[in-house]
């Protein structure tokens, strides 16, 4: 009867090949001594093998028990992407992340469609492979974004934002300067900054009736600039004139026409500018985007968030 070789018999096989070649060197170095030791990797294989499908020691145990101590081939200083269907820790960090740089995601452990989504809405936004896999370099972007924190009640964050040096509002309103400055972007933030309510435009369908600027908006502004590197111009917000069904009306809206100092445009850097912020804002909770290609936003963006 034939019997299969085992791990346990081809160490003790490989420790007496090791005594017999102790004595005299040139057997180890010599043909013979190669043969030996292919053989005893060829008969480790097929032990391996059968051990394993019969539920024995893994390899890596055996591995061991000959040579104790042995470095094993693994590079564990590179994390491992994290793609659809991961969980654990890592992954609960990575939601944690996006959470702080204005994502809706839940942190739930598991890589779930919800992260997906936003994984390739933040690659999109800051011009990275959109794959949905977090590699080497979207967790590089994720870790290099500030994580600053975006809290306050609605003035506060007002306030915040006249502040804020990388976000500029138009005091007159395109194609009707001169008309209801009290209406403008900037009068609506510095408005709401004092806690009351911004001003629609008199010539307008809104007809100047006071609203309140919406918080996910005004936090959605802070995020752009904040965390996600956008400086923006903020042409509307209450006030203009728009359709009179407009997001602008009730406070949820704003337009932006001038993306990093460059103005949004059809083509060229203006286009793609304007696609990254799109993508940044529907990342953050925007329902309502439209940008170069929609009608009659050729040369800004609108981002709106749903009204509570």
């Known amino acids: 009867m034939t019997t299969k070789p085992n791990a346990r018999s081809i160490?003790?096989?490989l420790r007496r090949s090791e005594k017999t070649s102790s004595g005299a060197g040139a057997f180890a170095r010599g043909r013979r001594g190669k043969a030996v030791i292919?053989?005893?990797g060829l008969l480790l294989a097929v032990a391996t093998a059968s051990a394993n499908a019969?539920?024995?020691?893994?390899?890596?145990?055996?591995a061991d028990r000959i040579a104790p101590g042995a470095q094993r081939s693994v590079d564990i200083s590179k994390p491992a992407t994290l793609c659809p269907g991961s969980k654990g820790e890592a992954v609960s960090e990575l939601q944690r992340r996006l959470v702080l740089l204005g994502s809706t995601t839940?942190?739930?452990g598991v890589f779930d469609s919800p992260t997906e989504k936003a994984v390739k809405k933040f690659q999109r936004a800051h011009a990275l492979k959109v794959d949905g896999l977090v590699g080497p370099r979207t967790r590089a972007a994720l870790a290099a974004a500030p994580g600053l924190r975006i809290t306050g009640n609605r003035a506060?964050?007002?306030q915040q934002i006249v502040r804020r040096p990388g976000i500029t509002a138009d005091d007159f309103h395109s194609g009707h300067k001169g008309q209801d400055p009290e209406s403008s972007a900037r009068s609506n933030l510095r408005d709401t900054?004092?806690?009351?309510?911004?001003?629609t435009s008199r010539y307008g369908d809104a007809h100047g009736k006071r609203v309140d600027l919406d918080t996910d908006m005004l936090r959605g502004l802070l995020q752009l600039n904040a965390n996600h590197g956008f400086r923006l111009n903020i042409t509307e917000l209450a006030g203009g004139d728009h359709s009179k069904t407009s997001w602008h009306y009730a406070g949820t809206t704003f337009d932006v026409n001038e993306i990093n100092g460059v103005h949004v445009a059809m083509s060229g850097k203006g286009r793609e500018l304007a696609e990254r912020l799109q993508s940044a804002c529907t990342f953050l909770?925007?329902?309502q985007v439209l940008g170069p290609g929609d009608r009659n936003h050729d040369t800004h963006v609108h981002c709106g968030w749903p009204q509570n």
């Open 11 to 13: 160490a003790s096989f």
């Open 38 to 40: 292919a053989t005893a």
């Open 54 to 62: 019969a539920g024995s020691p893994s390899l890596s145990a055996w």
């Open 106 to 108: 839940k942190v739930t």
């Open 156 to 158: 506060e964050l007002a």
């Open 193 to 199: 900054a004092a806690g009351k309510s911004a001003l």
């Open 285 to 287: 909770g925007a329902t």
